[in-house]
């Protein structure tokens, strides 16, 4: 990859104390480094992967800010008042860092920034040259960036990472096919424009390559979908958007049905999000300081407390789609969990970091604590080949541990393990929970986990009636379900000269129609829409399904007395949500220090 002027760019790695932690994501441990490197720039962006980590950072380089240095912060959220000043600052040189998610990722070209920091794993390599491109563009000045892993596990993916950067092998996204949501949409479109013709659109539609290979049979029902809304809605004439003339052409049924078409038009269905206003005294809301995802509320109550825009303030009351709120700056948050800005791992970085593990010679470009840990997983364990799958079984208590290094990424680990509960249940193991991170996954169970079938356990067929059955009783559908039936136009958000529906009130209404299309066609095209939705962008079936293939008669298990250097990261991910504030890192600081303990004798 060369830079605007044709130069190779400077990535190097930020070793704080020449040590990487066993664990942890926000890299906190290194701060006082990104501050001496901000420092030491013209002018940097500091890059993470989610809207949580962006304020924990802001929050940590303006403690240590003792030098008074202009720090701003840019995410989705924050109003866009607030961004257009943070971008007019920084282009006329008024900052000298900006911590960021990818709202910065694309656009935007300052010739003064000269360092990009990339806190955490960058999860894509082809992601990460997007993000180091935006520094020095100036000619035959080369980018340079910084990456900063917040643990060992994010050292070898960002030591993959910089190695795929400097041979130019960038990781991609595969192909996709073409949405029938999306379809439904064109088909109501060009109604609105003119009478249509079924097979002349049919041939046309079929010209784009995602819909190259679409069936007549799927095309008319899209049409019979936007004409009846589907056999068991046929009855509600709302459902009616469409009509056929008797030249055999179709139109919109009237310019209302048009005009209606025309405000909900779009295929990005955002998270319903709500103004932050703060409170006045009469409890009314007054200035806007930014939006907040609709489902976040699910977690708070009024008098909590959370951070945003780089201040902790405390909820006072949600009134239709504004949030009041209260500033709390002597509090310590109830630290928010942002649902979105999530990556996951690349198949092609997961595929080097697997390739860095195997290889002992390779391992001369880690830290030297690095190659000590890899040593002793080795000794104490295992570390298996590219393509072999790594299962540890371990008692810890009164519980019995498995856990599986499948290097897939959160959302494919996160689906296998709700699919192998499902089969442990069956096997009458009785599993009592798991959790999952993008490199692995652990099960638990009062059970011995170290004598089952494993080749059983981890067959391809899963992927048939669990992965089905688990589905149709998953949220996760209903989220899918959601997001198709705006896209498809079945259900609006907007209505000429009427408020915008709030999320709740969409999610009501989808939630009913989702629960008679189920009982009444479950072929309907909206639920065929949302499987397939569901299947690629919240449970990564394709991904799973190439893991389950790839290790088919390759899986290596170890039955181990204690927990390994491996396991340490994936244990310390169970129950850290559950106790906030200070009780919570002191928990965590001393199971982290009793697990490498453990893992070291």
């Given at each position: 990859?060369?830079?605007?002027?044709?130069?190779q760019?400077?990535?190097?790695?930020?070793?704080?104390?020449?040590r990487?932690?066993?664990?942890?994501?926000t890299?906190?441990?290194?701060m006082?480094?990104?501050?001496?490197?901000i420092?030491r720039?013209?002018t940097?962006?500091?890059?993470?992967n989610?809207?949580?980590q962006?304020?924990?950072?802001?929050?940590?380089?303006?403690?240590?800010?003792?030098?008074?240095l202009?720090i701003?912060?840019?995410?989705?959220?924050?109003?866009a008042?607030q961004?257009?000043?943070v971008?007019?600052a920084?282009?006329?040189?008024?900052?000298r860092a900006?911590?960021?998610?990818?709202?910065?990722d694309?656009g935007?070209?300052?010739?003064?920034?000269?360092?990009?920091?990339?806190?955490?794993?960058p999860?894509?390599?082809?992601?990460?040259?997007?993000?180091?491109?935006?520094?020095n563009?100036r000619?035959?000045?080369?980018?340079?960036?910084?990456?900063?892993?917040?643990?060992r596990?994010e050292?070898l993916?960002?030591?993959?990472a910089?190695?795929?950067?400097?041979e130019n092998?960038?990781?991609?996204?595969?192909p996709?096919?073409g949405?029938l949501d999306?379809l439904?949409?064109h088909?109501?479109g060009?109604a609105?424009?003119?009478p249509?013709?079924?097979?002349?659109l049919?041939?046309e539609?079929?010209?784009?390559?995602p819909?190259?290979?679409l069936?007549w049979?799927?095309f008319?029902?899209?049409?019979?979908?936007?004409?009846t809304?589907?056999?068991a809605l046929k009855t509600?004439?709302?459902?009616?958007?469409?009509?056929?003339?008797?030249?055999g052409?179709?139109?919109?049924?009237d310019?209302n049905v048009?005009?209606?078409?025309?405000l909900?038009?779009g295929?990005i269905v955002?998270p319903?999000?709500?103004?932050?206003?703060i409170?006045?005294?009469?409890?009314?809301?007054?200035?806007?300081?930014?939006?907040i995802e609709?489902g976040?509320l699910?977690?708070?109550?009024?008098g909590d407390?959370f951070?945003?825009?780089?201040?902790?303030?405390?909820l006072a009351e949600?009134?239709n789609l504004d949030?009041?709120?209260r500033?709390?700056?002597d509090?310590?948050?109830?630290?928010?969990?942002?649902?979105s800005?999530?990556?996951?791992?690349?198949?092609?970085?997961?595929k080097r970091?697997?390739?860095?593990?195997?290889?002992?010679?390779?391992?001369?470009v880690l830290?030297t604590?690095v190659?000590?840990?890899l040593?002793l997983q080795?000794d104490?364990?295992l570390?298996?080949?590219?393509?072999?799958l790594?299962?540890?079984?371990?008692p810890?208590?009164?519980?019995?541990?498995l856990?599986?290094y499948?290097?897939e990424?959160?959302?494919?680990?996160?689906?296998l393990?709700?699919?192998?509960t499902r089969?442990?249940e069956?096997?009458g193991v009785?599993?009592?929970?798991?959790?999952?991170?993008?490199?692995?996954?652990?099960?638990?169970a009062l059970?011995?986990?170290?004598?089952?079938?494993?080749?059983?356990?981890?067959?391809e067929?899963?992927?048939?009636?669990?992965?089905e059955?688990?589905?149709?009783?998953?949220?996760?559908m209903?989220r899918a379900?959601k997001?198709?039936?705006?896209?498809a136009?079945?259900?609006?958000?907007?209505f000429?000269?009427?408020q915008?529906?709030?999320?709740?009130?969409?999610?009501?209404s989808t939630d009913?129609?989702?629960?008679?299309l189920?009982?009444?066609?479950?072929d309907?095209?909206?639920l065929r829409?949302?499987?397939?939705d569901?299947?690629?962008?919240?449970?990564d079936?394709?991904?799973l399904?190439?893991?389950l293939?790839?290790?088919k008669?390759?899986?290596?298990?170890?039955a181990l007395?204690h927990?390994?250097?491996?396991?340490?990261p994936i244990?310390?991910?169970?129950?850290?949500e559950?106790?906030?504030?200070?009780?919570?890192?002191?928990?965590?600081?001393?199971?982290?220090?009793d697990?490498?303990?453990?893992?070291s004798?």
């Open positions: 990859m060369r830079g605007p002027g044709g130069a760019p400077i990535v190097d790695l930020l070793l704080s104390e020449g990487v932690p066993w664990a942890g994501h890299a906190q441990h290194a006082a480094e990104v501050y001496e490197a420092k720039a013209r940097a962006l500091v890059f993470v989610t809207r949580f962006a304020e924990f950072a802001f929050q940590e380089l303006w403690r240590l800010n003792e030098d008074a202009p701003a912060l840019h995410h989705g959220s924050l109003a008042e961004r257009r000043k971008e007019a920084m282009a006329r040189g008024g900052l900006v911590v960021c998610t990818s709202t910065l694309l935007i070209d300052w010739g003064d920034v000269d360092l990009v920091i990339q806190l955490a794993s999860k894509g390599a082809s992601r990460m040259v997007q993000r180091i491109g935006r520094a563009h000619l035959d000045e080369p980018s340079r960036a910084l990456f900063v892993p917040a643990n596990f050292m993916e960002c030591q993959a910089r190695e795929a950067i400097a092998r960038l990781d991609g996204d595969p996709r096919v949405a999306v439904a949409q088909v109501m060009c609105c424009s003119e249509f013709d079924m097979l002349a049919f041939d539609v079929r010209s784009a390559g819909y190259r290979d069936s049979e799927d008319e029902a899209v049409v019979d979908f936007v004409s809304g589907g056999y509600y004439d709302r459902f009616r958007r469409i009509v056929q003339l008797p030249d052409r179709w139109k919109v049924r310019l048009a005009q209606r078409h025309r909900n038009v295929a955002s319903a999000m709500l103004s932050v206003r409170a006045t005294r009469r409890g009314q809301g007054g200035r806007k300081i930014g939006e609709e976040m699910e977690m708070l109550d009024p407390t951070l945003f825009g780089g201040q902790v303030w405390a949600v009134t949030v009041l709120v500033p709390a700056n509090r310590d948050p109830k630290m928010p969990s942002w649902g800005s999530k990556f996951a791992l690349s198949t092609y970085l997961a970091v697997r390739q860095l593990m195997f290889d002992e010679s390779h391992w001369k830290p604590d190659r000590e840990w040593e080795k104490r364990s570390i298996v080949s590219e393509q072999e790594l299962l540890e079984t371990f810890k208590g009164r519980r019995n541990f856990v599986a499948p290097f990424g959160r959302l494919a680990h996160t689906t393990a709700m699919l192998l089969r442990l069956r096997m009785g599993p009592l929970g798991f959790v999952c991170n993008d490199y692995a996954l652990a099960v638990w059970e011995p986990l170290d004598g089952l079938d494993f080749g059983e356990l981890f067959a067929d899963m992927l048939g009636d669990d992965l059955a688990w589905l149709s009783e998953s949220f996760m209903k379900f997001g198709c039936a705006i896209i136009g079945l259900i609006e958000k907007r000429p000269g009427e915008q529906k709030t999320g709740r009130q969409i999610t009501f009913l129609i989702y629960d008679v189920r009982r009444h066609e479950p309907h095209l909206l829409c949302a499987r397939a569901a299947a690629t962008g919240l449970v079936v394709a991904r399904g190439d893991l293939a790839r290790i008669g390759r899986i290596r298990h170890i007395d927990l390994s250097p491996f396991s340490v244990l310390l991910e169970i129950g850290k559950r106790s906030p504030g200070d009780a919570r890192e002191t928990i965590l600081a001393e199971a982290e220090e697990l490498i303990a453990e893992a004798q």
